[in-house]
């Protein structure tokens, strides 16, 4: 029995314990947000938190996971309460067919929690892991950039300045 | 026999059945004797005019999308023609991807498809009218329910505006039903749109940024058991004998049985059943292709084109004469290799098979395939085939075939269990059906005052439509036998062999360029590689040859790159337009030391687009910095989708530019993922400036016509910084 918390809740599945992550959250907790790509740890369209660092899920098995907190893109924000990059996401129209977007926003989100503010260079470097073949690089770039606290600090001045 | 006497998308149009053509009625069902009922969800008191909208009591307004969202924004853009006239906001309505039915066709295709960069193009009119029509029921009903004049009301996005009160259109649909239309409503000239051209997000944005999309691997039914299928390296290899005891005994294993295309491993999960495959042995009995390495195969290419005995494409003039009189001739030979799809979600269906009825949930390109593939397979009804359509990860022409759907329900019958089947990432790259390999050979002429006036353009290859008739045929006539099928297809082989070009096999070699003098030449060189349509089909690799070529030719005649398109362009105007744009952009481009401006320019799916490529090389690598694209497209009904298409067109074209190629070892693809197969990823790709030019005509493509310009872009700038002319795909330093 392999005892996790998932999202913020204590979880439990009765699993072989060299099961990936990724198809014990899809296939045994029902969470089909995070997405197979590859298997072989090289596209990132599995990627989820695991006490907080972005992990590639579909080579991590669950018996790693023991007693660590996982989060999904579903315990990052839900349609009714978007997180941050999720309202990015569809202001700038970044997903085309969408498949790869739930593990982009995981790393994205990842990055922001230990480089607030990341460079141009920065982004690419955390997000090179996340293969995109339709080719939304530069608008998750774009969208990324919008949500960072550089960005944010300077629309909370113009909103500032704006009202008064 | 007449189908086999032309090119599959001219099949698809002559097939045209019921609902083909620009549907102006209402009741889109009308035109059938007995119509089968609309697949659409039942909602308690709501209103349902046609196969594409329903108003619901709470005045949702539902849309129902025909055509299949694989991320160019279809679902936006149907949205947003209907929404148009409709007076609805598309962002605000409750947008269902459309299960199969005849009012779904394509009306360019006369069959339930997508592709083919057509939809847009395809329904312009149509879902106008049909929200123009249904606007105009509910004024009429409002009318008579208000008891005041139509022309005293008016409309607000879902609502009817009668003397500054806003009623829902909702609270006219009891009344709306009982009314019948007698002509279509007027159409709103382009000055008074309100949705069309103007920004807009996507309606699909937040539920593929929340994980809440359902893909078709996403799809969850109860007991629902997994496949994963043993498949031979070499395509085609039948198996002799399987050796299976150990991966029968393995966990949550419940069925390993051969299938048509392999062995099949059924377990109660993915995982299980993917661990379990590993431990199948088979062994296979490889036919011809099993003797074909990579170079095999180009030097059979290489062989038809010095044998010179094709069959004859265009021929206009007299080449050889052109050639003799022209003031410099230049000859070169250009190669692209094979090359996989890689659709992020791997291919997939769940199939449910319960008695004489099933249940099919998969992102598919051709719905129409899905009832006549299940029935034959599980010999049931097509009727009692029940389509669910999903978001579709990723299409790329991969989607456009079934094979995946044909496993799915050969191992659901075997195995007596609702089954979703899986190829891994390394199916995917393996086994195809692949992009076509090329090798083309231009010979061309300039006279003295820098008129093209020769063309001979020859490529050999294997042909796409020979696959799509073996697979398609017996899905849009159910009643042919699978002999029949499988004999149009060995005729349609010979006959692409002996007698006519395939269509897709030469698109784009010719047709850009003023030449009066022009010869295509076709030499089928098919070593039974399952071949289909990879995004821009046969202008994803004669884009490359045509327009290296073009430069290579003005460097010949001493001309500015622009200015000898410009010249011999003219009988293309719109493509002049786009050229004589992009040059003087160019122009005014001014890259920083070690950077180097490529150009290239190319007319597909009735749009016109060139792009330029920003590169430098250092230390024998080639870096893409930036690709500015200028299109003309007609009418962009979604401006920033159509920005985003040619991003995605540029990004998958330069992906292939810069790395795509399999590689054949006896028979069998060498690469398996993305470690030996790489995609572009964040860093290595370029900033993109997408420039559009209103030329106020009706739409036409926008999901491929991005990607052919770019590798000869790249290519062109490529010789700019080294004086290497490079001729192959993927382009690589000596």
Known sequence: ?164 | MNTVNVSRRRFLQSSTVAGGGLVIGFSLTSCSSTPAPLPMARAEGSWTPNAFLQVLPDNTIRFYTARSEMGQGVTTGLATLVGEELDVNPLDMDVRLASTHEDYVNPLFGMQGTGGSTSIRAHYTQLRQVGANTRALILEAAAKDLGVAVSSLSTDNGYVVADQARHPYADFIATAQTLTIEGDAALKPATQFKYIGQESRRVDAIAKATGTAQFGIDVDIPDLHYAVVVRAPVAGAKVRSVEASAARGMSGVTDVFEIDNGVAVVAQSFWQAKQAAAQVEVDWDSGALGRIDTETLRADYAAALNAGDGVEGPDEGDVEQALTAASTVHEAEYWAPLLAHAPMEPMNATVRIDGDRAEVWTGIQFPFAVPAIISRVADIPAENVRFHQTYLGGGFGRRGTVNHLTEAAEIAVQSAKPIQLVWTREDDIQQGPFRPASLMRIKAGVDADGNLTAWDAARAGGNISPDSYRTLLPAAFPWIGDAVAEGVAKLSEMYFEKFATDESSTEGLFEDYDHANTRVTHMTVDHDLPLTFWRSVGHSYTAFAKESMIDELAEAAGMDEVAFRLQNTRNSPRLNNVIRVAGEHMARMNPPEGHHLGFAAHHSFYTDVAEIAEVSVENGKIRVHKVTCVLDCGQAVNPDIVRAQMEGGVVYGLTAALYGGLNLERGAIKESNFHDYPMLRMDESPEIEVIIIDSGTEPTGVGEPGLPPVAPAVANAVYKATGQRLRSLPLQMA
């Open chain 1, 1 to 164: 029995m392999i005892r996790l918390t998932l999202n913020g809740q204590p979880v439990q599945a009765d699993v072989d314990p060299e099961t990936p992550l990724l198809w014990v959250v899809r296939d045994h907790f029902k969470l089909k947000g995070a997405k197979f790509g590859c298997g072989a740890g090289l596209c990132g369209a599995c990627t989820m938190h695991v006490d907080g660092s972005a992990m590639k899920t579909c080579v991590m098995p669950v018996g790693a996971v023991a007693g660590k907190s996982v989060t999904t893109i579903e315990g990052l924000g839900t349609p009714d309460d978007l997180h941050p990059l999720q309202a990015a996401w569809h202001e700038y129209a970044v997903p085309q067919c969408g498949y790869c977007q739930s593990g982009q926003i995981m790393a994205a989100a990842a990055l922001l929690e230990t480089n607030p503010n990341p460079s141009s260079d920065e982004i690419d470097t955390a997000m090179s892991g996340n293969i995109c073949r339709c080719g939304c690089y530069p608008r998750i770039k774009r969208a990324i950039q919008s949500v960072s606290e550089g960005a944010l600090a300077y629309d909370a001045m113009t909103q500032t300045e704006g009202r008064a």
